[in-house]
């Protein structure tokens, strides 16, 4: 007997209980239309909000991009994989949030381990909400800081735990946008305790960049919050920029700081300059074309007001992620089967993603959605209830 003879025994558990997971083949681009084995499916469980990730001109800025640069950065940012693009979508992400600086990551997930592990020190505090994103968790974790979660969204549970430490140095962990739930950080809240217990705010705001504030800068700036309020974002360029990567923005000292401790920024090949290419044509799209976010919201009403008709119960949220919760992990498979069978394509969240008896269906609208696509979706969702 070795430790890989109990790995067949954990697949077998899994699919017993319902909680296997198994990957779709796409044979072709993502969009609210997609290709599986042949066959078209209508798509509600994309995180590609505004319907750029197969944009014909972020296509042709890629292309241009990889004529000039390549295919590979070949190195690390730090050793020769920093180019001319690279920079220039670090300014203009950073002035896109308002903030002095900052800094590329190849992945939201390698941002926030490399944020968490620089900053959270021994002798401090990580305070998190409870349902962050694993990332943000696994950071709290890995950081030699005191770590604890706090209940979701619970600000006198996060008053609790600030009010009874005496750790000098303090960090408030929170997603913009819950992405299992929807719901949007009480961030003037969470700023109000931040002063009040001199403590440094970091959002992530993976789901919300792009999707809120006037020009797509994210939660902080729906709700106005500057550089003072929350100094430090991580934002994604895999979701309503529909590229890949991610960045930490903040203050200039911060962005020099990481690019000297962040050992996911510092030992890692640098993203192709080519996907900077299109990011930064993503950028310009997301602060001129505003029909996406004011077409995405009207079909955000369009689905709640919907499922209110058909009276299916849905999660308080008015993002483009919108949980039906049907609680039993078998429904929630039949649930998203039957849909399947019917070319409708929306996956069952289940534990350990969710919490228990919280198996639901994870449906997301993009702004290439049409009134018509999500009114076949409520017909469906209409004969299952």
Known sequence: ???????????????????????????????????????????????????????????????????QFGVGAGAAHLISGHTQLHQELEQALAAHVGRSRALLFSTGYMANLGLLTSLAQKGDLVLQDKLNHASLIDGG?????????????DMSHLASCLNTSNVANKFIVTDGIFSMDGDIAPLPEIMRLAREYNAVVIVDDAHGLGVLGETGGGVCQQFNLMADDAPIIMGTLGKAFGVSGAF???????????????????YTTAMPACLAAASLCSLQKIQTEAWRRTHLQSLIQQFRDGCAALELSLMESHTPIQPL????????LQWSQVLK????????????????????????LSATHTADDVNRLLNALGELR
């Open 341 to 364: 069978e019917q070319g409708i394509l929306v996956k069952a969240i289940r534990p350990p993603t969710v919490a228990k008896g919280t198996a639901r269906l994870r449906i997301t």
């Open 1 to 67: 007997m070795t430790p890989l003879n109990r790995l067949s025994d954990y697949l077998l558990e899994k699919q017993a209980q319902g909680l296997y997971r198994q990957r779709e083949l796409l044979a072709g681009p993502q969009g609210v239309r997609v290709n599986i084995t042949g066959r078209e499916y209508l798509s509600f469980c994309s995180n590609d909000y505004l319907g750029l990730a197969n944009d014909p001109d972020l296509i042709a800025a890629l292309k241009q991009g990889a004529d």
């Open 141 to 153: 974790l890995y950081a030699a800081a005191q770590f604890k979660r706090y209940r979701h969204a």
């Open 325 to 332: 919760v049907l609680g039993d992990e078998g429904r929630a």
């Open 248 to 266: 930490v923005a903040g203050s200039e000292t911060l962005i020099e700081y990481l690019i000297q401790t962040a050992r996911t920024y510092i």
